[in-house]
T-cell receptor
Framework: DTAVSQTPKYLVTQMGNDKSIKCEQN?????MYWYKQDSKKFLKIMFS???????INETVPNRFSPKSPDKAHLNLHINSLELGDSAVYFC??????????FGPGTRLTVT | AQSVSQHNHHVILSEAASLELGCNYS??????LFWYVQYPGQHLQLLLK??????LVKGIKGFEAEFIKSKFSFNLRKPSVQWSDTAEYFC???????????FGAGTRLFVKA
């Protein structure tokens, strides 16, 4: 059973388009995250939700909007995509033990 | 400000060599420390973690790390690396009661066969 799953795995799109990435975890965790990993492998937190409430919102352009319909899901919608948005986006979840479980990643390429 | 620093960005070793990757953190309060590994093309996976107790923690695949509070360090070690250890290694920290895990910039390890 996949603990944290993301779809799609690859996303190629043109500048200006709007796209969404979905994330689901079946671990029963209360906290979920979105991270962006750039080409140099630097991992930067974008958002965190705890029990469906937004608790971390880093300095991310407001073109990025997360949505958590329930504790098991955290989706990321991106409007007006730009070249600089190209990266690998990882969803993760954690329990009170702080250990994070990562999804397989979504490689977004904006052309 | 809270931060995690990894000293080496790129490390190249031959098989059977010993490995030590440095990690220093800057945190107030009780800190929980982690090492994650990212194999090529894959997601991050937990190698080991330290919360409290014995400062020498053992993880998977023969890795261990030592928490030295006086030096604010949590260095990762492995006595003999294998080609399959080629990966990116991330040190991370979170304060007890916090929600934000801070990751270091990562160390890319390449092991020559």
């Amino acid at each position: 059973d996949t603990a944290v799953s993301q779809t799609p795995k690859y996303l190629v799109t043109q500048m200006g388009n709007d796209k969404s990435i979905k994330c689901e975890q079946n671990l029963g965790h209360d906290t979920m995250y979105w991270y962006k990993q750039d080409s140099k492998k630097f991992l930067k937190i974008m958002f965190s939700y705890n029990n469906k409430e937004l608790i971390i919102n880093e300095t991310v352009p407001n073109r990025f909007s997360p949505k958590s319909p329930d504790k098991a899901h955290l989706n990321l919608h991106i409007n007006s995509l730009e070249l600089g948005d190209s990266a690998v986006y990882f969803c993760a979840s954690s329990s009170s033990s702080y250990e994070q479980y990562f999804g397989p990643g979504t490689r977004l390429t904006v052309t | 400000a809270q931060s995690v620093s990894q000293h080496n960005h790129h490390v190249i070793l031959s098989e059977a060599a010993s490995l030590e990757l440095g990690c220093n953190y800057s945190y107030g309060g009780t800190v929980n420390l982690f090492w994650y590994v990212q194999y090529p093309g894959q997601h991050l996976q937990l190698l080991l973690k330290y919360f409290s107790g014995d400062p020498l923690v053992k993880g998977i695949k023969g890795f261990e790390a030592e928490f030295i509070k006086s030096k604010f360090s949590f260095n990762l070690r492995k006595p003999s690396v294998q080609w399959s250890d080629t990966a990116e290694y991330f040190c991370a920290a979170i304060v007890t009661g916090g929600f934000k895990t801070i990751f270091g910039a990562g160390t890319r390890l390449f092991v020559k066969a």
